[in-house]
C-alpha cells in the first residue's frame, strides 16, 4: 500500500467514522477500488493505526465530557457525572460480547463481502430518514436506553451500518435530545476502539515485518484531521435534522454496491 492510497483510505476513515455512512463499508470499497492487495497482517495494522487517529480525534473534540466521566467515575458518589460514566458503561456491554465471543464470525463477514455492505448501507438510509423526522425534545438517555443503543452499537458491528447512524438514530428515536443523543453515540465508542486496539496489538496477529511507517504515518495524520472535522461537523448536523441527504447518499452508495457485485458476478 503506497502513500497515497494510504491517505485516501485515512481520509475515507475520518469522515465515515463520524459521519452517518459506515466506516467499515466505506474502507471495504476503498479497497476493492483501490485493488488494496495487502496481506491481512499488514492490512489489520493499516486498521489499528486509522481507528487510532479517529479515536485520538473524539478525545480531542470531547477532552472536557471525558476528564468529567473519569471524575465521575472515581470519585464513587451519586452525581450526574457518575450516572453518565454508568450509562456510558452499560452502553458499551453488547458490543463488547459480540466481539468477544463472535470475533472470527465477525471477520468473515469483512472478506470481501461488498453485497453486504450495500444491503446495510440502504438500512442505515432508512434509519437516516427516520432520525431526521423525529421531534426535537429535551429528554436525556436513561439507563434503559443506553443497553438499547448499546445494542445498536453492536449491530452496526455489520459492515455497511453505520456505528453513528444507528446509535444516534437509536437514541433521537427513543425521544432524546438530538445533540445529547450525538454526544453520547461518540463518547460510548472510544473505551472499546482503544480496547480493540489493544487487543489487537496483544494477539500476535500483526505482521512483525518493518511497516510501511510513511504509508502509516500518512493515513494517521489524514484520518485524524478529517475525523475533527467530521465529528464537529456531525454534531451540527443532528441539531439541525440534515442527516436526510446522508440517508440519499447511503441509498446511492448501498445501491451502486449492490449492482456492481450482481453485474461483475
Request: hydrophobic letters at 55%; proline letters at 3%; glycine letters at 6%.
Amino acid at each position: 500500500m503506497d502513500v497515497l492510497d494510504s491517505a485516501i483510505l485515512g481520509i475515507i476513515q475520518g469522515l465515515t467514522e463520524f459521519l452517518p455512512v459506515s466506516s467499515s463499508g466505506h474502507l471495504e470499497l476503498g479497497k476493492v477500488l483501490l485493488s488494496d492487495e495487502s496481506v491481512p497482517k499488514e492490512s489489520m495494522l493499516f486498521t489499528v493505526v486509522l481507528h487510532f487517529a479517529t479515536a485520538l480525534s473524539t478525545v480531542v473534540i470531547f477532552r472536557k465530557d471525558i476528564f468529567e466521566i473519569f471524575q465521575g467515575l472515581f470519585q464513587l458518589k451519586w452525581n450526574a457525572e457518575f450516572e453518565f460514566s454508568a450509562k456510558i458503561v452499560l452502553s458499551m456491554i453488547p458490543a463488547a460480547l459480540v466481539g468477544f465471543f463472535f470475533e472470527t464470525e465477525m471477520e468473515l463477514l469483512f472478506a470481501d463481502n461488498i453485497i453486504l455492505v450495500g444491503f446495510m448501507l440502504v438500512v442505515t438510509g432508512l434509519l437516516l430518514f427516520l432520525t431526521d423526522k423525529a421531534k426535537p425534545t429535551e429528554k436525556n438517555v436513561t439507563y434503559g436506553n443506553a443497553i438499547i443503543i448499546g445494542i445498536s452499537q453492536a449491530v452496526a458491528i455489520l459492515p455497511g451500518i453505520s456505528r453513528s447512524g444507528a446509535t444516534i438514530a437509536t437514541s433521537v428515536l427513543l425521544g432524546n435530545d438530538k445533540s445529547k443523543a450525538a454526544r453520547f453515540s461518540f463518547l460510548m465508542v472510544v473505551p472499546l476502539i482503544f480496547g480493540k486496539i489493544a487487543k489487537d496489538l496483544s494477539s500476535g496477529e500483526i505482521s512483525a515485518e518493518t511497516p510501511n511507517i510513511l504509508a502509516l504515518s500518512a493515513g494517521f495524520i489524514t484520518a485524524f484531521l478529517t475525523g475533527l472535522f467530521a465529528c464537529t461537523w456531525m454534531i451540527s448536523l443532528v441539531k439541525k435534522s440534515k442527516l436526510k441527504y446522508f440517508a440519499i447518499y447511503c441509498f446511492i452508495v448501498g445501491l451502486a454496491a449492490i449492482f456492481i457485485t450482481q453485474f461483475h458476478a
